[in-house]
């Protein structure tokens, strides 16, 4: 370890204000600096944060980006789930395997590249999809699947054959997408040009925190992460009378399958959720700020990052924005691969250092969050909302919405529709119609099922599609609006396949922290694998249900319920299929061409 | 206070009491796998799920608070379902290897099992493969597989000892319990990390395949390792000489005592038992040219077997001849911190007030290890009794005194209790003295090279054979209990010395150490008002005044 990284690890430690939160970004710099975290760099990162090296390992093995050996000089990451899948990336894997001559969790012979099967990288519009190094590619069929291949075989920073994704995407708003026409990303000039920082201006100079907070309540703006609380009732929670300093932690860990719309307002509008920051941190009465991204997401940081010194430039950010007299430091905190940091508890244990554990409630983060002093954690899309509402007022927010959600999504649409993309639409639409206006299901195939909300919401068969997409009305049909990440099925599809997909997707991602889950989301993995397998038996599918059963309500956080919610729901919803294919032990419903998991 | 009502019983408690406390006082035990009063809540086994009136999802029992007028259900069919599903996961990956799990008897898994589970078991498939067996330190075994992750031992290693070695490594059914890689489990309470692990994951290498628990009785007493006193439970087995290599004691485990050591024993006071069963003094030695004239009685090269009766006939006869009257004392007692405050009175009144012999229990020895949790430097279990009762402290002679004494011919009789003279003195000095002194009584419980020296040798019961009290440093009176008789032919020191006193035509209340108490009580203003009763298991705090701590 040298004298260089030491001096870039205490600039680093600054930034926190308790030298264990700078867990993840040293090592981070280790892996950047040497390629991975070896022994010696986890005796030294534990010795900047004064951490036994039991808990840097802990920190180490818990997060899946981290190398603990040298590896390849690239990493290709190939995406397998359910929405990739769907769209053929077991066929890709297969590919890639067969050409490369490596399994995943290898690397080449001459140390081109590491091949990993990745959970969900949340590129669906653009599966079946893979990261090199630090770039997203997709759609990977034709001609780009050698093209990444031979990408992946070169030194890196030579120029790419495999062209940037071009997926569809909602460009005229009304809210969230007004910005997102330029691949390249709205910066400070443009943005300020288009009203930017004209709420930011006016909450500053002529609002009170609880006229925000009012203003906020009343557009009836719900919390996109997934959990559709309302935003300005959690701001309501943090208490007026401490002494503590209060945090804003920005939810920009994106990782349920089926969703990507955060990365696009973090690459395309990043100013957008700088400006809903500045105005919830007024609003809290906070003065730092932590944008939490995942791992995966190289550029979002980067483009996020360069908007923070925009505006930090222009006196946006900082000491005494605009002459007003209130402070806000913004700091980018990266992870490193693990779906339970979306949880907003554990996002904050991540924070920490530690392990993505979620945390025991009470006491809810609103009291005692972040450090121990009172937090609001929003999701990044429920942010950039923020701007529209205080510019607009909230009566025209509230009004593109339903009567109790306001404003609109930005849906994201993927599997076997014929335009995947990020579909910005009012919540009031409804899910028959989202899927049109993403062209339909493809091949004029017919409609089986649909997920609304991310992989954790219960499925719906094809005759439940006339529901709207807001949080209240996707609940009453049994499911949930989630992440908004609607993942469409056609008739080629295997619900024993997917459901062994999102199975093996939950049991990989459990934090391992509650027994339920942790051998619950294992155990529902291992009864799929054998029915896959051809040695299921009809009593199987029952007990997958009492499994789900006990998994559900159980524990500290609600995944344990998500990883449940599938299991029961596609059994149920589509029983005959499963006892079908436990009988022939095969599938039987798919199609000789189909392009189905494999 | 609020009031809330367990399984149909109201009660009140302290606010921001949980309910698995709550619960508690009211005698319901509440199933617990990572919940420990000792340690931050971790809430993450669920094994404490219990049904709380209007809020739908079952709540565990470790993190939720009372408050007034909940209503709480530990028994409900809910609850018990919610107990039965935990315990059905915890169980789905475990090696159910109980037939060679050390644990076996004294698992929680078993228990609970039993208690709150008994469903038929539907886990047909192949379970996570960890590691077994596998030597974490000098006294702690891991068999990750067993592991229930239930986050004690780091929470220990964390929070009590803060020594952070243990992590859990990896996630979902891959997380495992571990050291980093390299690292020894060797921080100086590494064995309570056993008491804690609910499960089969962390057993005692010491007592790796000794014995089956079911076999072993246990007895309530003190370590005797240093001055703290710690409260343990001595765990035996007598008549199965097939098991524990054909030792009495199998292993000593931590007693709870809130004042004393809480729930906790450091590794030096939980392993240094092995001399209770090996290299014991089991006879009694005489010189072996006998004669009946101790005054003329010239160095003994060689000690024969003898009888108590015969010894102590001796002995009490020399003694009293012993003439004091002239001035100075003619007999040296070396008495020891190691003695029960019973047997310390004893020597007291017989020797110093009695015989007018010089007594001291204070000898020189080098300070041993010590921290700022358990262990103490002094590594005598009752120095402090012996300062209250005069026999150690400013005012008692040193040893050397007694022992110069002894080779300046100014002694006629010199006796030692248990100290090792030649490591304490070298061998020449004890040498010197056992041929100037007429009468030269060694009595304890192990051979060291000491013995072969003195005229007599008597062989004394070890702490674990006899009952009695010790003072611990912070002025703490306590009990240490009989778990099974002397071996050989030892006998406690108390009972040799009530002997004694009765062939010396002294009187003492002759039923046993209680009675000895009760006079000791009477005659030293420390003990006043005291007696087995209020000492009960816990021990009681002598007045500090009184302590001059």
Redesign the interface.
């Known amino acids: 370890m040298t004298p260089a990284l030491d001096a870039k690890a205490n600039e680093i430690l600054l930034r926190y204000e308790q030298p264990k939160a700078a867990m993840l970004p040293l090592l981070w710099l280790v892996q950047e600096n040497q390629g991975y975290v070896s022994a010696e760099a986890e005796a030294w990162v534990g010795r900047m944060l004064g951490v036994a090296r039991s808990h840097v390992r802990e920190a180490v093995s818990f997060y899946n980006m981290f190398h603990t050996k040298p590896v390849g000089r690239r990493e290709l990451r190939v995406c397998t789930s359910l929405p990739c899948l769907l769209r053929g990336a077991g066929e890709l894997m297969d590919r890639i395997r067969e050409t490369l001559k490596i399994g995943p969790g290898e690397t080449t012979p001459g140390g081109e590249v590491l091949l990993t099967e990745v959970e969900c990288l949340c590129a669906c519009e653009i599966a079946p999809m893979a990261q090199l190094d630090e770039r997203y590619v997709g759609p990977l069929e034709g001609p780009s699947v050698d093209s990444i291949i031979r990408d992946s075989l070169t030194q890196p920073g030579r120029p790419e054959s495999t062209p940037e994704p071009e997926p569809y995407l909602s460009t005229d708003g009304p809210v969230l997408s007004t910005h997102f026409k330029d691949p390249g990303g709205t910066w400070l000039d443009d943005y300020l040009t288009d009203d930017g920082y004209v709420a930011a201006r006016k909450v500053l100079t002529s609002m009170t925190p609880q006229d925000v907070i009012d203003e906020v309540t009343s557009a009836n703006l719900r919390g996109l992460g997934g959990a559709g609380f309302p935003a300005g009732r959690k701001w309501s929670f943090v208490p007026k009378e401490t002494d503590k300093p209060k945090y804003l932690v920005v939810n920009a860990d994106e990782g349920e399958p089926g969703t990507f719309k955060d990365r696009y307002i973090l690459e395309r509008d990043p100013h957008a959720l700088l400006e809903g920051m500045l105005i919830a941190a007024f609003a809290i009465g906070s003065h730092k700020a932590y944008v939490y991204i995942r791992g995966e997401y190289f550029r979002s940081a980067k483009r996020l990052q360069r908007a923070i010194d925009e505006a930090t430039g222009k006196g946006w950010l900082g000491q005494d924005i605009q002459g007003t007299g209130f402070d806000l430091d913004v700091v980018i905190h990266r992870g490193a691969g693990a779906y339970i940091c979306g949880e907003e508890t554990a996002l904050l244990t991540s924070l920490e250092g530690g392990k993505g554990f979620p945390r025991l409630k009470p006491p809810f983060p609103a009291i005692s969050g972040l450090f121990q002093c009172p937090t609001i954690v929003n999701n990044v899309e429920t942010l950039a909302c923020v701007p529209f509402i205080l510019r607009n007022g909230a009566e025209h927010f509230a009004r593109i919405g339903t009567e109790r959600q306001g404003g609109t999504r930005l849906f994201c649409v993927c599997g076997h529709v014929v335009r995947p993309g990020v579909y910005e639409e009012p919540v009031s639409i409804t899910l028959r119609e989202l899927i049109e206006k993403a062209g339909g299901v493809r091949d004029g195939n017919r409609l089986k099922a649909v997920i609304p909300g991310g992989i954790s919401a219960k499925i719906l068969a094809a005759d439940e599609i006339d529901v709207a997409m807001d949080f209240d009305s996707l609940k009453a049909a049994g499911t949930m609006a989630g992440s908004g990440g609607v993942i469409v099925m056609d008739e080629t599809t295997s619900m024993v396949q997917a459901l062994d997909s999102a199975a093996r997707f939950f049991a990989d991602e459990s934090c391992g922290q509650c027994s339920p889950c942790r051998e619950g989301t294992g155990w529902v993995h291992r009864i799929l694998r054998r029915i896959i397998d051809g040695q299921g038996s009809l009593r199987d599918l029952d007990e997958l249900l009492a499994i789900a059963g006990d998994m559900e309500g159980n524990t500290i956080c609600v995944f344990a319920d998500a990883a449940a919610w599938p299991v029961q729901s596609y059994i149920t919803k589509f029983r005959d299929e499963f006892e079908e294919y436990i009988r022939s032990g095969r599938s039987t419903e798919q199609k000789e061409t189909a392009e189905c998991p494999a | 206070m609020p009031s809330l009502t367990i399984d149909g019983r109201e009660v009140s408690v302290a606010d921001g009491t949980m309910v698995i406390q709550a619960a508690e006082t009211l005698g319901i035990f509440i199933p617990r796998y990572c919940y420990h009063p000792a340690l931050s809540?971790a809430?993450?086994?669920?094994?404490c799920?219990v049904e709380v009136e209007r809020i739908?999802?079952?709540q565990?029992a470790c993190?939720t608070?009372v408050s007034e007028g909940m209503v709480v259900h530990t028994k409900s069919a809910m609850a018990e379902d919610?107990r039965r599903?935990?315990l059905?996961?915890?169980l789905?990956?475990h090696p159910l290897d109980c037939p060679v799990c050390d644990q076996s008897g004294e698992c929680d898994l078993q228990d609970y099992y039993m208690n709150f589970g008994l469903y038929n078991p539907?886990?047909r498939?192949?379970k996570?493969k960890k590691q077994k067996a596998v030597e974490l330190g000098p006294h702690v075994m891991l068999d990750q597989e067993r592991c229930?992750?239930c986050s004690r031992c780091v929470r220990f290693t964390?929070e009590i000892t803060k020594?952070?070695?243990?992590?859990?490594?990896?996630?979902?059914?891959?997380?495992e319990l571990g050291?980093?890689?390299g690292?020894v489990l060797d921080n100086p309470y590494s064995a309570n990390v056993v008491d804690i692990c609910p499960v089969g994951a962390l057993t005692e290498k010491d007592f790796r395949f000794k014995a089956r628990v079911w076999y072993l009785s246990s007895a309530p007493t003190l370590c005797n390792g240093c001055s703290q006193g710690c409260n343990v439970d001595l765990h035996y087995v007598l008549d199965r000489p097939h098991l524990n290599d054909g030792a009495r004691v199998a292993r000593i485990k931590p007693r709870y005592n809130p004042d004393v050591n809480q729930w906790w024993l450091c590794d030096e006071g939980r392993y240094g038992f092995e001399w209770l069963d090996k290299e014991r003094l089991t006879k009694v030695r005489g010189p072996s040219q006998r004669s009946t004239d101790p005054q003329t009685h010239g160095p003994t090269d060689s000690q024969t077997q003898t009888s108590w009766d015969q010894a102590l006939q001796t002995i009490s006869a020399a003694l009293a001849g012993s003439d004091h009257e002239q001035g100075s004392p003619r007999i040296g007692v070396i008495a020891s911190a190691q003695l029960t405050c019973e047997e310390l009175f004893l020597i007291r009144q017989i020797f110093r007030d009695a015989l007018g012999a010089q007594v001291t229990a204070s000898v020189p020895e080098e300070p041993g290890s010590s921290d700022d949790f358990l262990i103490k430097a002094d590594k005598n279990p009752n120095t402090l009794g012996a300062t209250l009762l005069g026999l150690a402290g400013p005012d008692a002679p040193a040893a050397a005194q007694i022992v110069d004494a002894a080779i300046d011919g100014n002694l006629e009789a010199l006796w030692v209790f248990g100290h090792d003279l030649v490591e304490l003195f070298g061998e020449e000095k004890v040498r010197q003295l056992s041929e100037k002194v007429s009468l030269f009584v060694y009595s304890g419980t192990n051979e060291n090279p000491t013995v072969p020296l003195a005229h007599w040798v008597l062989p004394s019961a070890a702490y674990v054979e006899k009952d009695g009290t010790f003072v611990n440093c912070h002025g703490r009176v306590q009990r240490i209990g009989r778990a099974f008789g002397p071996i050989g032919d030892s006998r406690e020191d108390w009972r040799f010395l009530l002997e004694l006193a009765g062939k010396l035509g002294l009187s003492f209340d002759g039923s046993g150490p209680e009675g000895i108490f009760r006079g000791l009580a009477e005659h030293v203003t420390a003990f006043e008002g005291l007696s087995y009763d209020t000492i009960g298991t816990q021990g009681v705090a002598l007045r500090t005044e009184s302590v001059g701590l």
């Open positions: 809540i809430g993450n086994c669920r094994i799920l739908p999802k079952l565990i993190n608070p919610g599903a935990v059905e996961f915890l789905a990956n539907r886990f498939e192949h996570v229930i992750l964390d020594t952070g070695e243990f992590g859990i490594f990896n996630r979902g059914d891959r997380a050291l980093y890689p690292d």
